[in-house]
């Protein structure tokens, strides 16, 4: 079945350091491609999407492209912020749209 | 803009109790779907409805029930509670595109 997986945590970044998750998946068809975000104490939010091959999402600062060559989503930013610290999920949207299957999540710290 | 409203946010029930928790869609989405996160872990799909109907199945076991009503919202309904069953109950709604999540239920069962 589909699935995906990301890289363990936790990560552990100062200020100002680039930031890349690394996200592989599997799937049949053509999945949509997220990542969600939940800060402490909070519920699950969308922090980009891409939704076929090739396309960037983009958000906060937040990239990740669509690689269906390597079947993958990675996470990236140039220069994270103490406000980043949090847990991050990718995640895929099978064809029909049902539902929506989760990586393990990675947390990351940002120190100041 | 209007979000996923889920309720109650916070439902302590004993061994062995009965609950149920309730989610509202956003208006105009069709599906909705139910997770469980246990504490430390990534959320685990549970259950899923298209159109008041079943639309998918995951991990739910079966002292657990779920239905979606004519006005699309849907409840979880849980029996014979155990410890296990603590954790945070998300739910989602989507329009056929990205899934939008609510706040989350966190049961503790003591």
């Known amino acids: 079945g589909d699935s995906v997986t990301q890289m363990e945590g936790p990560v552990t970044l100062s200020e100002e350091a680039f930031l890349t998750i690394n996200c592989t998946y599997t799937?049949?068809?053509?999945?949509?491609l997220f990542w969600y975000v939940q800060y402490p104490g909070e519920g699950l939010q969308l922090l980009l999407k891409a939704t076929k091959a090739d396309d960037k999402g983009s958000n906060k600062g937040f990239e990740a492209t669509y690689r269906k060559e390597t079947t993958s989503f990675h996470l990236e930013k140039g220069s994270v912020q103490v406000s980043d610290s949090a847990v991050y999920f990718c995640?895929?949207?099978?064809?029909?749209?049902?539902?929506?299957?989760f990586g393990a999540g990675t947390r990351l710290f940002v120190k100041a | 803009a209007a979000g996923v409203i889920q309720s109650p946010r916070h439902l302590i029930k004993e061994k062995r109790e009965t609950a149920t928790l309730k989610c509202y869609p956003i208006p105009r989405h069709d599906t909705v779907y139910w997770y469980q996160q246990g504490p430390g872990q990534d959320p685990q799909f549970l259950i899923s409805?298209?159109?008041?109907?079943?639309?998918d199945k995951g991990s739910i076991p079966d002292r657990f029930s779920a239905q979606q009503f004519s006005d699309y919202h849907s409840e979880l309904n849980m029996s014979s509670l155990e410890l296990g069953d603590s954790a945070l109950y998300f739910c989602?709604?989507?329009?056929?595109?990205?899934?939008?999540f609510g706040q989350g239920t966190r049961l503790t069962v003591v």
């Open positions: 799937a049949t068809g053509y999945p949509s």
């Open positions: 995640a895929l949207s099978d064809t029909g749209g049902f539902k929506t299957i």
């Open positions: 989602a709604s989507s329009g056929r595109t990205e899934a939008f």
């Open positions: 409805f298209y159109e008041k109907m079943q639309s």
